[in-house]
């Protein structure tokens, strides 16, 4: 068990429509990290926060958006949801946000997002 | 886009042999991680290489970095079926902007059959 919760753990919708994944990092973890992993294009860095405040930004879709809350869960909104957009979805976090040296990232489970 | 390549993409091995995967990568790292997935699971941190070092163990797992040579290896001794998993090495890159987004690699997929 990493320590890092997301939520909802499998997601069925439709196209066009919005979802909004949910992760509560390690205690005392200031960065929470949002990656994509599908098939195709396999495991890709969406946006990172460090607490509260976005820091760093990955391949991420103009649909999707995400922010840390104050007391450092994250959410991660998907909005007009294609095929495409059917992979797992992972949120990590770290006790830093340093810019070298990050060291290890801790995983959650992932969320599982089918869409149809 | 992906920083790093494994080879091979998959791997198959009987228990108690060893298991060797590479990993090559682009720009200039602060470290290299290898990280292990179960089917379907999170990914769990195995090690962190520095840019300075050379070589480091835990347990059976032996790593190696070359950075002339921008590559890495993974070395898993005396597998066993509970090592069947895919294993991803992740770098984080020596840029200014890039706050230890670590980029990872497509995996290397390995079955250690009993």
């Known amino acids: 068990d990493s320590g890092v919760t997301q939520t909802p753990k499998h997601l069925i919708t439709a196209t066009g429509q919005r979802v909004t994944l949910r992760c509560s990092p390690r205690s005392g973890d200031l960065s929470v990290y949002w990656y994509q992993q599908s098939l195709d294009q396999g495991l890709q860095f969406l946006i990172q926060y460090y607490n509260g405040e976005e820091r760093a930004k990955g391949n991420i879709l103009e649909r999707f958006s995400a922010q840390q809350f104050p007391d450092l869960h994250s959410e991660l909104n998907l909005s007009s949801l294609e095929l495409g957009d059917s992979a797992l979805y992972f949120c990590a976090s770290s006790p830093s946000g340093a810019a070298v040296n990050t060291g290890e990232l801790f995983f959650g489970e992932g969320s599982r997002l089918t869409v149809l | 886009s992906q920083q790093g390549e494994e080879d091979p993409q998959a791997l198959s091995i009987q228990e108690g042999e060893n298991a060797t995967m590479n990993c090559s990568y682009k720009t200039s790292i602060n470290n290299l991680q290898w990280y292990r997935q179960n089917s379907g699971r999170g990914l769990v941190h195995l090690i962190l290489?520095?840019?300075?070092?050379r070589e480091k163990h835990s347990g059976r797992l032996r790593v190696t970095l070359d950075t002339s040579k921008k590559s890495s290896s993974l070395l898993i001794t005396a597998s066993r079926a509970a090592d069947t998993a895919s294993y991803f090495c992740?770098?984080?890159?020596?840029?200014?902007?890039?706050?230890?987004?670590?980029?990872f690699g497509a995996g290397t997929q390995v079955v250690v059959t009993p």
């Open positions: 992740a770098t984080d890159p020596l840029t200014t902007d890039s706050w230890g987004k670590l980029q």
């Open positions: 290489i520095r840019s300075n070092e």
